[in-house]
């Protein structure tokens, strides 16, 4: 059958166009033979021993490969054969592997380009499919991964509120693996300005306090002052009209009541609501309910960043709080703009909380409680200290200058009163919030919406509003008053 076009016969009879395929090579049969015991020893590993030679003129091979071209230069990695060589494809530039392969072993500068693990094709070419990406044609080695890494954990087995790289880094830029608590060693030697920028802290301003005036709801204060003015004048009138003082009377007497009432609670409402917290039954963590609204009491450990304390440099804090007041008299500065004669006025003010462990008295579990990032914190912490200044009878000391400088402070032969509080890591502490689990993550989040106090008519108490995660924490031993 004379024919331009090649042809050839089928076993079946059948002819087709075409030339005949050559017929496949067996593979050859790989087999592994036990090796001796070393020792320990590399050099008497036989061909293992090769792959872990310090010298670079060996080539490195897991396998026999049958007339192989010899090459110059140097492997720079093991070249790793997850499968049975074929003779003709020694001599071909890319390699069918599973493993890093190195592209050393080439003259020049030229590497291999891919790196793939799958059939071969009928011409004995690695297939173009790859498990994996594959990195660049001029790279040193071809990596081939089967997925995306798992990210690196932390060693410490804490749960920590920020990112996983967010600690130290080795050379290699994995997270360092230590084997002490987990803490930050930037935060521990941080000065004051970088830690008010740290995203991680939440920075507390005077607004945070309790205050009567801000609580109390401001149009039952206005609807209350009307209502005097209106009772004032009504009684007034009467009086010049028909003589009858017993409306004015009346009225000045609800008058001193109110007045009585609201200076009452603005003295003793922050007390009151300690004792609402003190009174307010502790949860435990083990029987609450995801969104319940609890108080847990329990011991304190810090998180990924300890706060220091301004004043007395006390280490690993979770939360910070100092504060300079300055007493105005007739002709002395005020220490505000809302600072009145003969009454102690702030004049600067350092709070600061951040996300800690609480481990529960009742259960012993252990939660986390998101104070920092900006968090709403309703903190009723005692003063460690009160520092008392007064410049015209005694020097002041080293310390309070050297504190008074960093922050651009002057002293002005003004009396001062410094006061400090802080929860370090071991202090006992309450928690008032609401319990969020995610993920088999045990937190203490702020609520919604604030939590009233109700009306404690023994105490002639009106009700408070708490907002955010209420921290209470009672100092044990007595506050010092140190004159300065």
Avoid at 192 to 215: C, M, P, W, Y
Avoid at 295 to 322: A, D, H, W
Avoid at 386 to 408: H, K, Q, Y
Wanted: with cysteine.
């Amino acid at each position: 059958m004379g024919s331009r076009f090649p042809s050839h016969q089928l076993s079946n009879g059948l002819y087709v166009s075409g030339r005949p395929e050559q017929p496949k090579e067996r593979a050859p049969t790989m087999s592994s033979v036990a090796m001796p015991y070393t020792g320990g020893d590399i050099k008497k590993s036989g061909e293992l021993g090769k792959m872990f030679d310090i010298d670079g003129s060996k080539s490195r091979k897991s396998g026999p490969i049958g007339s192989a071209p010899s090459r110059t230069g140097s492997f720079g990695g093991a070249a790793s054969h997850s499968g049975p060589i074929m003779p003709n494809a020694a001599a071909r530039a890319s390699y069918t592997t599973s493993g890093p392969v190195s592209s050393g072993g080439m003259s020049g500068s030229a590497s291999l380009k891919k790196s793939n693990s799958g059939p071969l094709n009928k011409h004995g070419d690695p297939a173009k499919k790859s498990s994996g990406p594959q990195s660049g044609g001029m790279t040193p080695s071809g990596r081939q991964n089967s997925g995306p890494l798992p990210p690196v954990l932390p060693a410490t087995g804490l749960i920590t509120s920020g990112p996983i790289s967010s600690g130290p880094l080795n050379s290699s830029g994995a997270p360092r693996k230590v084997s002490g608590p987990l803490e930050s060693m930037v935060s521990m030697k941080m000065p004051g300005s970088a830690v008010a920028h740290n995203q991680a802290v939440t920075i507390l301003t005077q607004d945070d306090e309790f205050s009567f005036k801000r609580n109390f709801p401001k149009p039952i204060l206005w609807s209350l002052i009307l209502l005097f003015v209106m009772g004032f004048i009504a009684g007034g009138f009467i009086l010049g009209a028909v003589h009858n003082a017993i409306l004015l009377i009346v009225v000045v007497i609800l008058f001193g009541i109110v007045g009585a009432l609201f200076t009452w609670n603005t003295c003793w409402g922050r007390t009151a609501i300690m004792g609402f917290i003190a009174r307010y039954p502790d949860a435990e963590l083990r029987n609450a309910k995801n969104g319940q609204f609890v108080k847990i009491s329990g011991v304190v450990t810090c998180g990924n960043v300890p706060l220091e304390s301004s004043f007395q440099k006390i280490p690993r804090c979770v939360y910070t709080s100092t504060s300079l007041y300055e007493y105005r008299g007739w002709d002395s500065k005020a220490a505000n703009p809302t600072h009145r004669r003969f009454t102690w006025g702030l004049r600067s003010l350092e709070r600061r909380a951040v996300d800690f462990y609480i481990s529960d008295f009742q259960s012993g579990l252990r939660a986390l409680v998101k104070t920092g990032y900006g968090a709403r914190v309703t903190p009723y912490v005692d003063d460690s200290i009160v520092i008392d200044v007064n410049p015209a009878n005694e020097e002041l000391s080293s310390e309070f200058i050297r504190w008074l400088r960093a922050r651009n402070l002057s002293s002005d032969d003004r009396i001062m009163r410094m006061k400090e509080g802080y929860i370090k890591e071991g202090s006992t502490v309450s928690v008032m919030g609401v319990v969020q689990r995610n993920d088999n993550v045990l937190m203490i989040v702020p609520p919604p919406e604030p939590i009233t106090t109700g009306c404690q008519w023994t105490h002639c108490i009106f009700p408070a509003g708490l907002e955010g995660i209420v921290l209470r924490c009672e100092d044990t031993s007595k506050n010092d008053v140190i004159p300065v």
